[in-house]
């Protein structure tokens, strides 16, 4: 695959935030809203983690839900589907 036709696979339409990813399952941030996003769950995820190594429950109660809402946004905001893949048909 050429760089062009690699730039080419993570351009995405107008509204859209995130882009299927080329090798693999799930889909990366290609806006920056979409990186906005991925920074924020980080910026939350870090700190919720590190609080819950000692009350367990605690990583459950907030990272779980946070990772639920995180990957239905990111999935609604994909242009296109989230589907198992190995490189670029051609």
Excluded: C, H
Excluded at 3 to 25: A, N, S, T
Excluded at 27 to 38: E, M, N, S
Excluded at 57 to 86: H, N, Y
């Amino acid at each position: 695959m050429t760089r062009q036709e690699i730039r080419d696979w993570y351009r995405v339409r107008e509204g859209y935030w995130f882009r299927p990813k080329l090798f693999g399952w799930g889909a990366v941030p290609v806006t920056w809203q979409g990186w906005l996003l991925t920074l924020g769950l980080v910026a939350v995820a870090v700190p919720v983690a590190r609080l819950a190594a000692t009350r367990g429950l605690l990583l459950l109660v907030l990272i779980v839900p946070l990772v639920i809402g995180f990957t239905r946004l990111s999935w609604a905001m994909t242009d296109g589907e989230w589907k198992w893949r190995w490189g670029a048909r051609r």
